[in-house]
């Protein structure tokens, strides 16, 4: 593995357990058993190599949301996303401080509007069990944005209360009890 893999390495370990704003260049570096400057010279700095190990985590999946034993839909969805937020809670943390400092920086604000377009299309998948080059448009614009819409919502509920946040079968009776409400279509 050479210091860039390394360095990757290093920077989705240090998401998971210290965060984004606490991991540092000499953590990075330690942690990766490289020089501190080799984190400049492949990333050009610690900003884009933690954004680029979180952006990476996220598209894997497994490690973000855990691996997908339980199958496919909105049921095994749910039970998988609820357990990553308690258990990765470090690293969704870190994520939402991703989101925040996008707003001030434009270029990664297009990466992580990238990142969601992805997660449309990707929350569609795991709803329908359709491979995603399949999925019509329309369905990753309403199916994959609107599961999208609801994690963003629960994973904030559940790294702020998780108490009082709702399980996974709360969840899921709650979108019934809104899709029974819905008017039909005219």
């Not at 991991?23 to 570096?29: G, I, P, Q, S």
Request: glycine share 8%.
């Amino acid at each position: 593995m050479g210091n860039r893999e390394k360095l990757l390495e290093a920077a989705r370990e240090c998401l998971f357990t210290k965060g984004y704003e606490r991991t540092t260049v000499r953590d990075l570096a330690s942690a990766a058993g490289v020089s501190m400057a080799a984190i400049g010279y492949h990333f050009g700095s610690k900003e884009a190599l933690l954004n680029q190990a979180l952006f990476e985590a996220l598209d894997s999946g497994d490690q973000a949301f855990g691996p997908s034993s339980d199958g496919t839909g909105p049921d095994a969805l749910w039970h998988r996303l609820i357990e990553a937020f308690s258990t990765n809670k470090t690293f969704w943390i870190a994520n939402l401080e991703t989101v925040l400092r996008a707003q001030r920086d434009p270029e990664l604000r297009e990466q992580v509007a990238a990142g969601l377009r992805q997660g449309r299309s990707g929350m569609a998948r795991e709803i329908t069990g359709t491979a995603e080059a399949e999925l019509s448009e329309e369905t990753i614009r309403t199916l994959g944005s609107v599961q999208l819409a609801l994690v963003s919502g629960l994973m904030m509920q559940h790294l702020t209360d998780p108490e009082s946040a709702p399980t996974a079968e709360e969840v899921l009776a709650g979108l019934r009890a809104l899709a029974a409400a819905l008017p039909e279509e005219e």
